[in-house]
């Protein structure tokens, strides 16, 4: 079954992909309504994401395609900072996204 990661910023990257699947994965160009990123970073640096007062925010970013594996991999790329969520995409597919945990 194919699954999809919605990523907006480092997994983005070809090279990232190859360190953290082995592989460059199939990406999209795809939007996520009703967020926006956040002033808050995680480890210090990484930009992160928050639900949007204003719903007609967005945030531009890629589809990847990936299987099972590749999702734990990227949990344990992603670190214990960040969950994984289910979301609906512009394009209409459902896709899992990373926030950041509440403290």
């Not at 890629?62 to 670190?79: F, H, I, N, P």
């Not at 289910?86 to 209409?92: A, E, M, T």
């Amino acid at each position: 079954m194919i699954e999809y990661l919605f990523s907006y910023g480092t997994l983005k990257d070809l090279g990232i992909q190859k360190q953290v699947f082995g592989k460059t994965l199939k990406m999209d160009n795809d939007q996520l309504p009703g967020y926006e990123l956040s002033s808050t970073r995680a480890y210090g640096q990484y930009l992160v994401i928050q639900k949007a007062f204003n719903k007609d925010k967005c945030i531009e970013g890629v589809a990847l395609e990936v299987s099972t594996q590749d999702l734990k991999q990227a949990d344990t790329y992603e670190g214990p900072e960040y969950k994984r969520i289910l979301v609906n995409l512009k394009s209409g597919k459902e896709a899992w996204v990373y926030v950041a945990k509440q403290p």
